[in-house]
């Protein structure tokens, strides 16, 4: 049997449902081989699952998942293998996190003023990790029957044609990348197929960060095509990119979508593991 690792999952760290323990149990059971964590914005959980992966006999790569805009398109950059107590990263976090709280604040208020109320002391109730996303506040709101599904509250209010839309601080996907490159880290993007229906533009997108110094593309990814993962495969290879790929697993907060629902196997990986062992 293939050796498969999920390199983009989610805990409750961030907006994922599954705690630390709770996902890497979940990978051992499903048969993977290794995973990562890629929590949005934070890497409170990486001590914690080193500890328990080594336990578990799992192999753990540490990971993070930065969202970035660029000429009006939302893009993912995924980090791996960064120094977790470097100082500029931590202070980047600080920033990321008062971008959040500032949105959400005014979500809040927007949410009230439709007739809404809802608290900020509720949705951080709800929120067990120190990232409070739309996810945390979708979930206040169907408690308190304001809306019956996930997919409700996005459409109506939370989404970007919502009522209560309010965009998002991002950060510029090339100075992330120059950040983990900074960190000693390996960087990613994450389901280009999400930036855009056109992958031209996507292409054109990709080579800018490329020039910036991106290391990887995610060619495995769940939502993707058998002609999506052939696609993006031949482009990471003609443009000499690491190869990663996961399921962008959340638990309850995305359904239908299990720890190793995509995966990418080891032999797909090897460049990304032999850079970690460089740094050990």
Known sequence: ?????????HTTYSDGTFTVDELLKRAKYVGLTGISITDH??????????????????????????SCSYDGYEIHILGYLLDEKSEKLASKL??????????????????????LKI?????????????????????VMMKKGFVYTKGEAFK??????????????????FEIIKLIKECGGVSALAHPSLI???????????????????????????????????YYRELAKSKNLLMVGGSDFHGGNRAGIDIAHSSIALEDIKDLLERRYKED
């Open 1 to 9: 049997m293939k050796k498969k690792y999920d390199l983009h999952t």
């Open 41 to 66: 914005d934070t890497m409170e959980g990486v001590s914690e699952a080193k500890n328990i992966a080594e336990n578990l006999d799992l192999d753990f790569i540490s990971g993070i998942e930065f």
């Open 94 to 115: 600080i920033e990321l996190k008062k971008a959040r709280n500032n949105r959400n604040e005014k979500i809040v208020k927007r949410l009230n003023s439709l007739g």
């Open 119 to 139: 608290t900020l002391e509720e949705i951080e109730e709800e929120a067990t990790g120190t990232i409070v996303s739309r996810a945390h506040i979708c979930n």
């Open 156 to 173: 109506q209010y939370l989404g970007r044609k919502g009522a209560a839309y309010i965009e998002k601080e991002c950060s510029n996907p």
């Open 196 to 230: 855009c229906d056109s992958k031209e533009k996507v292409e054109k997108i990709l080579n800018l960060l490329i020039e910036a110094g991106l290391d990887g593309l995610e060619v495995e990814y769940s939502s993707y095509s058998l002609k999506d993962r052939e």
